[in-house]
Structures are given as structure tokens and as C-alpha cells.
């Protein structure tokens, strides 16, 4: 690792003034992805800013059907949440798959997004909840933020504050993970609600996580897992790696489609 | 056997200080004045070195010095060698090229050393290896064995035509073995991969090289699963010092898989730089750095035939292998694909003739040696592979199938240099088979339908050679030096016990065995037994650990120690009682005159040894006593796996649903070390077999796999919970008539479980690791 002075931030405000004193800096919530990547001298912030300890960025409420989950709360806490697991049990379900404890004690919903790795859960969750991302300066829907591998629709120095969502009538997440690093080589969102069904798929896209249109029209009439027979997946716009063809993965995405289904 | 002698299943000792993180690792090692390596490395699979600058480097913060291949060629180090010699059929030698321990001509492979800095931290080491500029002019790759054997490759070695170091062949004719083909009624023919495999220790290699101008001596701290080969390597061929000028100490090492057998650049450059900047030097490797230069294992292909005739029996056995040794050729690499693998192509079958041919070939990729089971897996996944696809071919049980050609007499005398001493194939079968409910294996596979599961069983009956061995046999096959071990007891006046032996130990238990093996012969306690070992000053020459030859060799030269000792300890004993020597029995810590109530403490016959003041006349004061002890042959351990899976066909998620060893390993002095060594192993055959595979880009030659987030590696969840029994043949052929265990697991595994997943999707194609992808592919292909 290159030397890096931390700064802790007491207030978003804060975050964002410490983050504009120098150039090369960064924020840092869990970790988890930053301080590997670091390690392996692959990122070299000067400065990191720390957003754990902001207040406003912590914890999860759930008031006027609207659900709001703080940016540095960890994926343990979503995962244990009896707010969440009433809300949407999927969402915790899918932050008790995320990595190991360790990962799940550190890593946080914000530092997530914000990453967008293409093979990370909770983007799938997002747009199939379509969610809401609450940074420090505006709101920004789902459906616009994640905009390629490892990109967001976020300004340099913007902050995720929070994501919220109204709760879905139904909902199920269903994961395969790569045998090497359990990221999810596919990983299937489904949900219904309000604004009917949405489908988030993550860990197959080749510009990362997207929205499968097919099924969701396909699901839109008749909610079940058989409504997804014939439904494919154009390995054209998959992923293929050592792990996984895109081929594979097309199949993956029908079949963790329909488990999600089931499970919702 | 008592609560601590041989066969008790006695808690280690060594774990309190492992479980408590108390363990003394060689990064753990401070010095005063230590400063610390970083090495610049090739980025470049292959690549002319065409200059280096290092004068940014050298005047970044705290940077002592920057140090290149070409000096430490004025400096007269040597080349790292291959210390096995191999001859081609044609007669002519190996093709070793020069491996130099810092390139300064050419790189070969990516992870190739070029230079190291040394300085105040690891991070102003690394700082400053990133500044050095090396001028490379790239050069093109090839890492597949097969391709860099055909022609217009790449050459990596100009002392290598075709980057073939051997063609080398055993066992019976070439023609009679085609003639025996071609007059069988059936031949199974099959192309064999076995997969290239990253080692992996939880302790990352690390040598701390200390040079004392004074004494103009120096000290190697390293993790090395045989310290004194290291150091006579280190003096004999790289001229770091002479012998004794230099220490080797491997404190506490945190497994090696062999990984740790083979000497490599770093430490070799530790040491020199140390003389050369004049501050203690420390190197620990991350885990990139791992991936990237730790000997890897296996990468073979293979083609076999297996001929029968019409009664089924086995009449002949022919194979072609290539093996894939890398960029260079590591310490014992020639030695595996040949006497540790081909002399293992029998099997526990009767096979009248056998003939392979291996050829050795270099790559743009990190040295492949020996990895546990060095050679064995490879064979017996050929075999194992190809005998189960005979029995499916033939329409016959693969039980039955493998019954009817078992070796049943012994000593049997293998056309492939092998003379098994002992053991009882159908017991370990028929143990394994009963243990599986192999009976009822057809109603869970159709209960197992009726969830949409696929399930499929498959054995493997393996065989081993272990406790290498006989020095002067492996002298005449071509190894460089002896494989005896080493043992002294040491008696304290106040009769404690210190053990020094030339084993090692990384994980295996020896404080607590050997200690054991003390125990029962003396019948004190173990914890007045000490275990000595890993330090050149301390301990007397011996040979390491490797190869399942702790116990079989390095307790056997600790059980001919302990005779001396007793011995001795019986002349005291009859003369301070005033009985006859041989009427003095030694047990439960006193020496006694059998059928009397005259007994004398253990610890009395060990002070009198040492106040001297009433001996036996002309006896020597003390009770310490060495002893060599070399190998008659090989020991042989066999045994049968079976493994069941459930197949989920839709993603091809492999479930390991049971898992059974039966295991023959010869008398056991703690079961309860033995069943960990086969927890071990199978989880790293079961690794191998499923998830764990080295992936170079083909092209560039960059490897994908350099950390845990592309090479999958086994996790507790990959696992079932293993049955594991034993039924035992001692070994006739060393004192305690023990076989070894400590590769069995990750032997026998394998083909068992690519057998039970090929029968669940009724697809024979399909390769290590048999990821969700590939099963699926297959899976559907069968369809
Ligand atoms: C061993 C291991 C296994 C893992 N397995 C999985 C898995 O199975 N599934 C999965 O989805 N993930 C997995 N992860 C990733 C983990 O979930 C991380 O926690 C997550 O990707 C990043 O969150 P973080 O809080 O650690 O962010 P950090 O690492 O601190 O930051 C990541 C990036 O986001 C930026 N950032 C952080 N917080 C904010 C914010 N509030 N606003 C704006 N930018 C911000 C940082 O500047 C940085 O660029 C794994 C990680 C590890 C180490």
C-alpha cells in the first residue's frame, strides 16, 4: 500500500469539504473493496475519507410506506434487520450472501453502489426495487445510476447519503456464486409491486448489472416461474470469463430467474 | 499402547502454540538492523532484458540499495539446478537451461526476478522496485506444453531444441506393448489432463538472510520443509558459503505441500544482498507474489491405452505423457513425471505390460514440482480415470472390474521398476464399498431423480510409494543425494529426552508422533520428549520432509536411535541393580530386573550416565546416541475412495453428498494426526477436482489466476464430512512397519469424484476442475 493520510468525516458536509482538500483522495466506508484494491497498489488515494461515522448515513427506517436504509450501514445490519426482513425479507436474504462475517461487518450498502462492480449483489436489488439513491446534493433513480462496470451516475466527489424504496408485494433474489470469489456470477432480483414487475439482473451483463425486459413482460401477466419458459437471454450481452461463458451465464439467468420467482 | 504411546490418539502438541497464535514464523524473525526486499519483476511472460536503471530507485526514501543479476553474477552465485538427472531413451541428458536467481538476460516467465531493492520498510522497498526501469524487448509466449513441442514456438532455452528437456520412457518394450494391444479383445483408449494447481500454503514463502561480517557467516531464515538441503544446495551450487559459513534455520512453517521443498531466488538473494549492503535482509512474500513464483503443480496431457482380453484382465498399458515443467527446471521437478509418476502406472493391477513415454517440456510460465502427491496423483488419475471408462465400455461393476485384476501376492514385482512389499486391495474395497451402501446407491439415485437431481457414484483404488528412498536405488535412477534420514536421542542427566531429527515438520504433528514413538519406548511422558528439528546448527544433517517419509524414514532412524540409547541405558541400569543386561526391562519410566521388585527410575540411569561415578568399566560417560537410517525400498500405501455426488443440471452445481476413504497406511502411531492428514488431502483432491486451476492468458502469457478471487481454493462449505477407516498391512520393510499417509488423501481422491460426476451426467468428456460451467456444458451435451 502507498502512504495515504485518513481523515474522519463528522458530517456529510464535512465529508465533501475533506474530500476537496486534495486531489487524489477518496472515501472509504467498509473497505472492503478500496482497501484490497489499495494493498495491491492498484489505487493510490492520498487521502481517504472516512463516511462510518456520519450519523445521518447510518441506519434504517421505515415510515409512510418508505423504506431508507443509510449508505455506511453494513450488510450485516440489512441482513438482521427485523425492519427489512418485514419490508423486504429478498433484501436481507441478499445481504446475508454477500462475502463472509468479515465482508458483511465492514462492507456497506453505500460503498457498494457507489463501486457498482459488475458482479456485486445489492445493484440488482436497486433497480428491481426501484430504488431511490439519496447522495448529498440530489436524488437519483436507480434505473440511472448504475451506468456501466464500476460506474455511477455520481459526481467525483458526490456521496451516497442513502437508498430508499417502497416496500414490494413481493420479492425474491436468487444467487449463484462464482466457486472462486462467491460474488454473484449471476444474480436474479425479482420483484412486484406498485409499479409492477421489475427484474434486476447482476453478475452477467457485460456493461454490468441490467434490467431484463423480456421477463418482466413476460412476468408482468402471470407471476410465476413458468410464465419465464422460452424466455432467453442474449449471451451477446453476457460476460464470459474463465468462470463462465456467456452462453452459461445466459442459462444461469433464466434459472436463477425462475428460483427467484419461486422464492418470491 | 498406553494414553501416549504408539496408537493413542494424543492431542498435538504444537497446536497451543499454533491455535494461540504464538507460533514463530520466519516473518516473525527481528533482527537488529533489519532492513527489507522488494523484488522487481518481469511483467513480460518473455522478454530480452535490454538495460535496467536503477538511479531513480536508488535515491528514493530510504532505499540502501538496488541490486541487479549481473552483479550477483561478478559475485560468482550459481545457477539454480535441477538436482535429479534424467536421460533421454537416446541416452543424452537433460536439457537443463540456466536458471539465473536474478535474470539479467532474458525473463521467462511473468514473475520473473530482474532485481531487488533493498530498504528501510517494505513499503519504501516496494516504492522504489516500482522506479526501477527495465528496458524489456518483448518477445512471444507459449504456455501450453503440447504447443511449445510443435514447431515455429517460441524458444525459451538455447540448450533446449524444441523446449524438450527429456523424452524419456520405462517399462516394458514399446512393440510388445503394441503387439499386447493389438491382440486384446477390448481397448479403452483416453486423453488425460491433469490440471496445473498453485499450492498454496496459508504461510506465504519469506526468507530472512542475515550476513555477520565478523564471523563472515551467515544465517538463512526461511520457510524450507528441509532446511539442510537448502543449506547444501545453497554452498554446494549457488557458492553462497561453504557449509558450515552458513545457518539454515526454518523456524515454524506454515505448511509446504511441497512448495517448500525447492530452493528459489529469494532466499539465495536475501543472503547476498545482505553481504552486499551489509544490513540483515527480510523478504516475505504476498500472496500475488505466490501465485505468481511458488513451484506449481502437476499439468499433464496425457493419451493412455488400456488393453483386456476377453476375460477382462488386463493385458497391457501404454502411455504417452507430456509434462509442462515451466520456465525452468526447479529442484526435484525431473524426477516427478518420471520415478515419482510412471513407476506408479500399475496401479493395485496385475498388468504384464506397461509402457510410457514422458516428455518434458518448457513454457512461459512459473516452474512446476513436486505438489502433494508429486507424480502418484497424476498416475493414479490416469488410471483410475481409464479403468472406470473400461468397466462402462465393457458393461461390467467398476468393483468388479478392478477385483479381477488386483495384485494378490506379494512381493509383486511391477514392469515398472516397483516391487510392492505388501497389502490387501480387496479389504480396503470391500470396506469402502460397504461403509457407502455402494448397494443402495440405486434407490437414492432415483429418489434423487425425483427432486431433478442428477447423483453418480465412482471409486478409485490408488496406490503409492512412499518413504523415498532407498538411497542407493534413487542414486542409480539419477537423484543427486542421498534420501536416508537422520536421528539423535539425547538423554539429559535428569532424564528428559531432546529428539534432533532431519525431518521437518509444517503442519504434520511431529513433536506430538515422535514424541509418541519416546513415550512408548521409555514409558515416560511426552511432554518430557522434546522434538528438535529445521536448524543446521542444531541439528545433525538430515534429509526434510516430503514425500509421506517422516514417519516410514525419519521415525525409523529415530527407532534405531532409541536402541542405542536403550541399549546403553540396560548396561547402566544391570550394573547399578548388579542383574544381567538381558534380564533389565524398560517401561512405565524405571528400568526393572524382570520377575525381581529391584527397579531402578529412569531418570537415576540417565544422572548415573552423567555423574559417571559408578559405570560399567570402561564405559563412556553420557546417553546420547545417533543413527542413520536408509530405506530398503519403498513403502507402499493403497487404499480405495468412494465419492457420491448430486449434480444439479440446470447450473451444474456439483454436491458431494458422501465421501469414503478405506486406507491402508500400515501400522499408525496417532490415528487421530493420520485421519487429519487424509481430512487434508482428500480437501485438496477434492479441490483439484472441482474448483482449483492455473489459467495463463495463452497469448501473453499473463497469469488470471493470481488471487483468491479467480483460483478457487476448497471452503469448509465445499466439503462433506469424510468417513475414513483403515484397514492395515504393516509394512514389512521398516522397523514400525509403517507406509505413510500424508499424500494419500490428495492421491486418491480425484478420479473418484470426476468418476462420480461423469456417471451422474453420463458424460465421460469432462476435465479438472469440473467447475458448474463445464458439468453443465457436459452435462447437456449428453443430452
Ligand atoms: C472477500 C470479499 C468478498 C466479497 N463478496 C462480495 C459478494 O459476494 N457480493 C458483493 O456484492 N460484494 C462482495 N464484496 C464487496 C463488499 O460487499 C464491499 O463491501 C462493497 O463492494 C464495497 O463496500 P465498502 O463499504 O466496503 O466500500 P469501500 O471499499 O470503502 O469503497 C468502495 C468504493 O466506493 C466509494 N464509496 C464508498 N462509500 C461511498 C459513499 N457512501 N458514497 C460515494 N462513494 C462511496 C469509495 O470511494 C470506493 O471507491 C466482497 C468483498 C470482499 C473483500
Redesign the pocket.
Known amino acids: 500500500m502507498y502512504e495515504t493520510n485518513y481523515h474522519r468525516a463528522s458530517s456529510v458536509a464535512d465529508a465533501v469539504r475533506l474530500k476537496g482538500a486534495s486531489e487524489e483522495s ?12 489499495m494493498k495491491q497498489r492498484l ?1 493510490a488515494p492520498t487521502d481517504l475519507v472516512d ?2 461515522h456520519v450519523a445521518e ?1 447510518k441506519g434504517i427506517t421505515v415510515s409512510g410506506g418508505s423504506v431508507r436504509i443509510g ?2 450501514t ?2 450485516a445490519e440489512v441482513a438482521q434487520s427485523s425492519d427489512i426482513k418485514a419490508a423486504c425479507p429478498a433484501l436481507a436474504h441478499l445481504a446475508s ?4 462475517p ?3 461487518h ?7 453502489i ?2 457498482n ?1 459488475p ?4 445493484p440488482s436489488a436497486m433497480l428491481a426495487l426501484g430504488a431511490t439513491i439519496v ?1 448529498d446534493r440530489r436524488e437519483i433513480a436507480a434505473d440511472d445510476f448504475f451506468t456501466g462496470l464500476f460506474e455511477t451516475a ?1 459526481a467525483d466527489d ?4 442513502a437508498v430508499t424504496f417502497r416496500p414490494p408485494e413481493r420479492a425474491g433474489y436468487c ?1 449463484f ?1 462464482n466457486p472462486a ?4 456470477m449471476t444474480g436474479v432480483f425479482v420483484t412486484r409491486g406498485a409499479d409492477g414487475v421489475r427484474v434486476g439482473v ?1 453478475g452477467a451483463g457485460a456493461d454490468g448489472v441490467f434490467r431484463h425486459a423480456a421477463m418482466e413482460a413476460a412476468l408482468a401477466g402471470n407471476f410465476s416461474p413458468q410464465a419465464l419458459a422460452g424466455v432467453t437471454t442474449d449471451p451477446s450481452d453476457l460476460l464470459s470469463d474463465i468462470h463462465g461463458s456467456a452462453e452459461y451465464r445466459a442459462n444461469l439467468v433464466a434459472v436463477m430467474a425462475r428460483r427467484a420467482v419461486a422464492a418470491a | 499402547m498406553g494414553v501416549e504411546g504408539i496408537g493413542a490418539r494424543v492431542a498435538r502438541k504444537e497446536d497451543k502454540r499454533f491455535l494461540t497464535g504464538k507460533g514463530r514464523y520466519t516473518d516473525d524473525m527481528v533482527v537488529p538492523g533489519m532492513k527489507y526486499a522488494a523484488f522487481v519483476r518481469s511483467p513480460h511472460a518473455h522478454a530480452k532484458i535490454r538495460g535496467i536503471d536503477s538511479s531513480a530507485a536508488e535515491g528514493m526514501p530510504g532505499v540502501i540499495g538496488v541490486l541487479n543479476g549481473q552483479q550477483m553474477l561478478d559475485d560468482g552465485i550459481g545457477n539454480l539446478i535441477c538436482g535429479w538427472m534424467i536421460h533421454s531413451k537416446d541416452g543424452s541428458p537433460m536439457k537443463m537451461g540456466a536458471w539465473r536467481p536474478l535474470a539479467h538476460e532474458t525473463v521467462r516467465y511473468v514473475g520473473d526476478a530482474v532485481a531487488v531493492v533493498v530498504a528501510d520498510s517494505v513499503g519504501e522497498a516496494r516504492d522504489a522496485a516500482e522506479a526501477v526501469v527495465v528496458d524489456y524487448e518483448e518477445l512471444p509466449a507459449v504456455t501450453d506444453a503440447a504447443t511449445a513441442l510443435r514447431g515455429g514456438q517460441p524458444q525459451l532455452h538455447p540448450e533446449a531444441g524444441g523446449n524438450l528437456i527429456y523424452d524419456w520412457a520405462i517399462g516394458t518394450a514399446e512393440a510388445e506393448t503394441d503387439a499386447a494391444i493389438a491382440a486384446a479383445a477390448h481397448v479403452t483408449e483416453m486423453t488425460i489432463v491433469n490440471n496445473r494447481l498453485a499450492p498454496n500454503p496459508m504461510e506465504p514463502r519469506a526468507a530472512l538472510g542475515i550476513y555477520d561480517v565478523g564471523e563472515d557467516h551467515y544465517t538463512c531464515y526461511t520457510t524450507s520443509q528441509n532446511p539442510h538441503v537448502a543449506r547444501l544446495v545453497m554452498s554446494a551450487f549457488y557458492n553462497v558459503a561453504p557449509e558450515n559459513k552458513l545457518r539454515v534455520i526454518a523456524p515454524d512453517v506454515g505448511g509446504g505441500f511441497g512448495s517448500k521443498i525447492f530452493i528459489y531466488p529469494e532466499e539465495i538473494v536475501c543472503l547476498w544482498a545482505s553481504r552486499r549492503t551489509g544490513v540483515p535482509v527480510k523478504w516475505t512474500s504476498d500472496r500475488t507474489e505466490a501465485f505468481l513464483t511458488d513451484a506449481h503443480g502437476r499439468d499433464h496431457l496425457s493419451t493412455v491405452k488400456m488393453a483386456f482380453d476377453g476375460d477382462n484382465r488386463i493385458t497391457a498399458l501404454k502411455v504417452d505423457t507430456i509434462a509442462n515443467f515451466g520456465a525452468y527446471m526447479s529442484l526435484f521437478s525431473s524426477a516427478v513425471p518420471t520415478y515419482l509418476y510412471a513407476t506408479l502406472l500399475s496401479g493395485q493391477y496385475a498388468i504384464p505390460a506397461i509402457h510410457a513415454n514422458v516428455r518434458a517440456v518448457y513454457t512461459n510460465t512459473a516452474p512446476v514440482d513436486a505438489y502433494r502427491g508429486a507424480g502418484r496423483p497424476e498416475a493414479t488419475y490416469l488410471l483410475e480415470r481409464t479403468i472406470e471408462t473400461a468397466a462402462r465400455e465393457l458393461g461390467v461393476s467398476p468393483a468388479e472390474l478392478r477385483r479381477k485384476n488386483f495384485i494378490r501376492s506379494f512381493p509383486h514385482q511391477t514392469p515398472v521398476i516397483m516391487n510392492y512389499d505388501a497389502g490387501d486391495y480387496e479389504a480396503s474395497l470391500e470396506a469402502a464399498m460397504k461403509e457407502a451402501d455402494w448397494a443402495g446407491f440405486g434407490a437414492r439415485k432415483a429418489q434423487a431423480e425425483g427432486r431433478g437431481m442428477k447423483r453418480g457414484i465412482g471409486m478409485s483404488c490408488y496406490i503409492e510409494a512412499c518413504g523415498i528412498a532407498p538411497s542407493a536405488a534413487v542414486g542409480s535412477l539419477g537423484a543427486g543425494v542421498g534420501l536416508w534420514e537422520s536421528a539423535e536421542v539425547r538423554v539429559n542427566a535428569v532424564g528428559t529426552i531432546e529428539v534432533l531429527t532431519g525431518s521437518h515438520s509444517h503442519g504434520q504433528g511431529h513433536e506430538t508422533t515422535f514424541a509418541q514413538l519416546v513415550a512408548d519406548r521409555f514409558g515416560v511422558p511426552i511432554d518430557s520428549v522434546s522434538i528438535v528439528h529445521g536448524d543446521t546448527d542444531k541439528v545433525q544433517m538430515g534429509m526434510g520432509t516430503y514425500g509421506s517419509r517422516s514417519g516410514a524414514v525419519g521415525m525409523s532412524a529415530i527407532v534405531k536411535a532409541l536402541d542405542k540409547v536403550e541399549a546403553k541405558a540396560k548396561k547402566i541400569a544391570a550394573h547399578l541393580m548388579e542383574a544381567d543386561e538381558s534380564d533389565i526391562v524398560i517401561e512405565n519410566g524405571e528400568a526393572k530386573v524382570a520377575g525381581t521388585d529391584k527397579t531402578v527410575p529412569w531418570f537415576q540411569v540417565a544422572l548415573s550416565a552423567y555423574t559417571a561415578h559408578n559405570l560399567p568399566a570402561g564405559m563412556e560417560p553420557g546417553l546420547k546416541e545417533g543413527a542413520f537410517y536408509d530405506p530398503s525400498n519403498f513403502t507402499f500405501p493403497a487404499g480405495c475412495y468412494i465419492c457420491e455426488v448430486e449434480i444439479d443440471p440446470e447450473t451444474g452445481k456439483t454436491e458431494i453428498v458422501q465421501f469414503v476413504a478405506a486406507d491402508d497406511f500400515g501400522n499408525i502411531i496417532n490415528p487421530m494426526i493420520v485421519e487429519g492428514q487424509v481430512h487434508g488431502g482428500i480437501a485438496q483432491g477434492i479441490g483439484q477436482a472441482l474448483l482449483e486451476g492455473v489459467h495463463y492468458d495463452p497469448q501473453t502469457g499473463q497469469l488470471l489466476t493470481a488471487s ?1 478471487m479467480d483460483y478457487a481454493m476448497p471452503r469448509a462449505d465445499d466439503l462433506p464430512s469424510f468417513k475414513v477407516s483403515h484397514q492395515n498391512t504393516p509394512c514389512p520393510n521398516n522397523p514400525l512397519g509403517i507406509k505413510g499417509c500424508g499424500e494419500a488423501g490428495a492421491i486418491g481422491s480425484p478420479p473418484a469424484l470426476m468418476n462420480a460426476i461423469t456417471d451422474a451426467i453420463g458424460n465421460n468428456d469432462l476435465t479438472m476442475p469440473a467447475t458448474p460451467q463445464k458439468v453443465w456444458a457436459a452435462a447437456h451435451a449428453a443430452q
Do not use: F, Q, W
Open positions: 477518496k472515501y472509504v466506508s467498509g473497505g472492503m473493496t478500496l482497501i484490497p484494491t489505487a463516511l462510518r448515513m449508505a455506511a453494513t450488510h450472501l454477500i462475502g463472509d468479515h465482508v458483511r465492514m462492507g456497506t450498502i453505500g460503498g457498494s457507489a463501486n462492480d458482479a456485486a449483489d445489492y447522495t455520481l458526490e456521496i451516497v447519503v444467487k456464486p470469489s462467491r460474488y454473484a447482476t | 483468491y
